[in-house]
């Protein structure tokens, strides 16, 4: 009866609801763990997007900053989200959104950085904490400045961006909302902060990279170039001794054509001495005095030509000379001084009459230079030589109203290099004749004026020996200019023997 008596008592209708509210407490579970689960799904895409923008861009981490303020606002529901970085001394703005859409109000916003970390501004409180800072209400944060509680924003996270223990910026959200944030919406700017290091990171370690790989690309042109003058400076040696063995072979033969072209010219007058008591008819005599003086005439052609092959022997062996001297560090402006001073009192001693005007234009930075002092000087005494020949032979092609044959010497500092201009006013070169002023045994010069290897040895002492250049600046009838150039360090002479 009395089981009877309990089933009789439970209503149907109190069975189904109780069934009903059993099935939406479920229901709302479900929902409650759907909308979790799809949070934490669209959490994820969040950290898959900017792990994708990453990787996009390895040297560059300001994509990542702009991806991160753009999916924590999103994500979260702030108002607008922030990315500061430190540099241990200050705090800089570097990627926002939600900050205001007025243009004004933003820049003016970004004008307050970067700025010193204090306690009184939260993403400052998070560098100096080190830790995560969760204001859930402005007004009753004992922190906050009045300006700072007049905010739009009324709550707001901070996470520092750690590395090494040390912060290196704050990723920040704020929401105008009292409460703050979820834990779940704390953990994901936790991850976009984690990112935003590792982010900063790579980009750190790609210009290390970079710039290491630019340093080995220096590193193997500078080799390549020495390689190669090395290789030059091989040839030269060789070309040098293959030269100096045929000039010592020519010279020996040369000096007897020299000595007997001499002799033969005195002998010639011998035999017209003879000759003069001899019985010959007029006509006869003639003859042989004719003949006597074309025989000189020859001889006397014979010994020019001879002095001229036997200057340019001379400059073979002086071209092809390994000894370089010593290689160290001179003053440019008192080398340049020297070579002035040299080639005027030679050209003086050679030609009494010789009077040019001499200016200078020293840079007092030009300072000095890893050189051969001996080979600069030989190179400097060619060109300003050069320029001494051209001034005084317009004067005496031209004889123009005052004109004053000058030569202007200046030195300009360059930083790594240091350059010097030899400027004449004489007749000028020619384009066709620029072309090939460098060339070996080439010259504009009358026979037994020039050997044609002055300027040749002058380029290879500078380019091949020094590493530097040698550039010609020319206005026929107006001026000529070198403009030589060398290298400061002392990596850029190799090769040379010092002896």
């Known amino acids: 009866m009395t089981g009877t008596t309990d089933n009789a008592a439970l209503d149907p209708q109190q069975i189904i609801a109780e069934l009903q509210r059993k099935l939406d407490e479920a229901r709302a579970e479900l929902a409650a763990h759907n909308d979790a689960y799809s949070e934490r799904i669209a959490y994820q895409a969040a950290a898959n997007d900017v792990l994708k923008v990453m990787s996009a861009s390895p040297g560059d981490p300001q994509p990542v900053f702009d991806l991160i303020v753009e999916r924590a606002r999103d994500l979260c529901g702030g108002y607008g989200s922030t990315v500061y970085l430190f540099d241990g001394t200050l705090i800089h703005w570097r990627a926002a959104t939600g900050v205001s859409d007025n243009p004004s109000v ?12 204090t306690r009184e501004w ?3 409180r998070a560098i100096i904490d080190r830790q995560v800072i969760h204001i859930r209400d402005f007004e009753s944060d004992p922190w906050l400045t009045p300006t700072m509680r007049g905010l739009t924003v009324k709550s707001a996270v901070m996470v520092p961006l750690m590395r090494g223990g ?22 994901l700017l936790k991850t976009f902060a984690d990112q935003a290091v590792i982010a900063i990171e790579s980009a750190r370690l ?16 500078d080799l390549r170039t020495a390689q190669d003058r090395l290789v030059q400076t091989e040839k030269l040696a060789s070309l040098g001794q293959l030269t100096a063995g045929i000039a010592h072979e020519i010279k020996n033969p040369l000096n007897f054509v020299n000595n007997f072209a001499a002799l033969s010219v005195e002998l010639a007058d011998e035999l017209g001495e003879a000759l003069a008591p001899a019985p010959l008819d007029q006509k006869m005599r003639s003859e042989v005095g004719e003949l006597t003086q074309m025989l000189k005439a020859n001889l006397e052609k014979v010994v020019q030509h001879g002095k001229r092959a036997d200057s340019i022997v001379k400059s073979m062996l ?4 390994e000894g370089s001297g010593e290689h160290r560090s001179a003053d440019i402006n008192a080398i340049v001084e020297d070579s002035l001073r040299l080639a005027y009192h030679g050209a003086r001693a050679e030609k009494p009459g010789f009077a040019i005007t001499l200016r200078r234009d020293f840079d007092p930075e030009a300072g000095a230079a890893e050189l051969y002092p001996q080979e600069i000087t030989r ?16 004067k005496a092609e031209n004889s123009e109203a005052g004109f004053e044959p000058t030569l202007l010497a200046t030195t300009r500092h360059l930083g790594g290099s240091v350059e010097i201009r030899i400027r004449d006013n004489g007749l000028g070169v020619p384009p066709d004749v620029k072309e090939k002023i460098f060339n070996p045994f080439f010259t504009t010069k009358p026979a037994g004026e020039g050997t044609g290897l002055g300027l040749s040895m002058t380029h290879d002492i500078i380019v091949k020996q020094h590493g530097g250049r040698i550039d010609v600046e020319t206005e026929a009838g107006a001026f000529t200019e070198f403009i030589i150039t060398l290298p400061r360090g002392s990596g850029t002479a190799i090769g040379h023997n010092s002896e």
Do not use: C, W
């Open 318 to 321: 002086l071209h092809s000379r």
């Open 106 to 117: 933003r820049q003016a916003v970004q004008a307050m950085y970067p700025m010193r970390p």
């Open 122 to 124: 939260p993403a400052g």
């Open 206 to 221: 790609f210009d290390q990279v970079q710039q290491r790989t630019r340093e080995l690309a220096r590193s193997l042109d």
């Open 379 to 394: 190179a400097l005494l060619n060109v300003i030589s050069n320029g001494f020949y051209a001034a005084t032979k317009r």
């Open 166 to 187: 040390l912060p290196i910026g704050v990723v920040s959200l704020g929401s105008r909302e009292l409460g703050g944030f979820t834990d779940t919406q704390v953990e």
